[in-house]
């Protein structure tokens, strides 16, 4: 998520049919609904850059960015301070930007899509999105400076991940976190799962120092990143499935 220019072994199941039998690979290996998302983020930034004159442009961000002052600063809220906290998601500030965030996704979202099913990932987005968001609004109540990009929700995606110890299995059709959910002490106690926050708060905290380590157009609300974690690593109990069931489902293909 970046600040606009400061402007995230079950047994073999019949529908789990191995590589190479039957039927057609999906493109790229990746669940319907996350495809769907991906080709919704690429097509908004392709209208923004060829489509859209720069006015249009800029009654987008305007409409579809959140600002954390349009809730504090006295403006009466419309029906764009209801939407933008998750349109805000869906743009973003170039094509580094853009492409950075789309291969996270299809790394992380695929897994967790395929273990919890279409609606519950499509509602895990917009609950890891507004906890980003959450904690970025705490942290600058008053700021004038929009807020867009869908590395909220992939944090949340990564947190989530966590729970699982990153057990991602690759042999069925799609890739799917396996086995049980993982306890808060039992995910705190993996070296893996450690190591990898560990790196991660130090990517995010550099970024809050100044240091841009994306190539993107503007500056890293690290805020929202931690934010979009946090609510993945705490709330993906609220979405998960039993192994049982997860087995076997396929998210939209």
């Keep these: 998520m970046t600040d606009s220019d400061r402007t995230e072994q079950?047994?073999?199941?019949?529908?789990?049919?191995?590589?190479?039998?039957?039927g057609r690979?999906?493109?790229?290996?990746?669940?319907?609904?996350?495809?769907?998302?991906?080709?919704?983020?690429?097509?908004?930034?392709?209208?923004?850059?060829?489509?859209?004159?720069?006015?249009?442009?800029?009654?987008?961000?305007?409409?579809?960015?959140?600002?954390?002052?349009?809730?504090?600063?006295?403006?009466?809220?419309?029906?764009?301070?209801f939407t933008s906290p998750l349109t805000s998601s869906l743009l973003h500030a170039g094509w580094m930007h853009l492409i950075l965030n789309m291969v996270w996704m299809a790394a992380f979202a695929s897994p967790l899509a395929t273990r919890i099913g279409v609606v519950r990932f499509v509602l895990f987005w917009c609950f890891a999105t507004a906890g980003s968001l959450l904690l970025h609004f705490v942290a600058r109540p008053d700021d004038m400076i929009s807020?867009?990009?869908?590395?909220?929700?992939?944090?949340?995606?990564?947190?989530?991940?966590?729970?699982?110890?990153?057990?991602?299995?690759?042999?069925?059709?799609?890739?799917i976190f396996a086995g049980p959910r993982l306890s808060l002490g039992e995910t705190l106690r993996s070296r893996a799962v450690l190591i990898f926050l560990g790196v991660w708060l130090v990517i995010n905290f550099a970024a809050g120092a100044g240091l841009d380590l994306s190539g993107s157009e503007g500056s890293i609300a690290w805020e929202a990143h931690i934010g979009g974690m946090l609510a993945g690593l705490f709330g993906i109990g609220l979405f998960d499935r039993s192994p049982s069931h997860a087995s076997g489902s396929t998210a939209l293909h």
Excluded at 10 to 22: N, Q, S, Y
Excluded at 28 to 47: D, E, K, Q, R, S
Excluded at 159 to 170: E, I, N, P, V
């Design 10 to 22: 079950p047994g073999e199941t019949p529908d789990a049919m191995p590589h190479g039998r039957g």
């Design 25 to 81: 690979e999906p493109l790229f290996n990746l669940p319907g609904i996350v495809t769907v998302f991906i080709v919704l983020c690429v097509g908004i930034h392709l209208a923004r850059v060829y489509v859209l004159t720069p006015q249009q442009d800029y009654e987008l961000i305007l409409n579809g960015a959140f600002f954390p002052a349009r809730y504090t600063g006295g403006y009466d809220l419309d029906i764009y301070a």
């Design 147 to 175: 807020v867009i990009g869908a590395s909220g929700a992939i944090s949340g995606m990564m947190g989530a991940a966590a729970r699982f110890g990153f057990r991602a299995d690759r042999s069925h059709r799609l890739p």
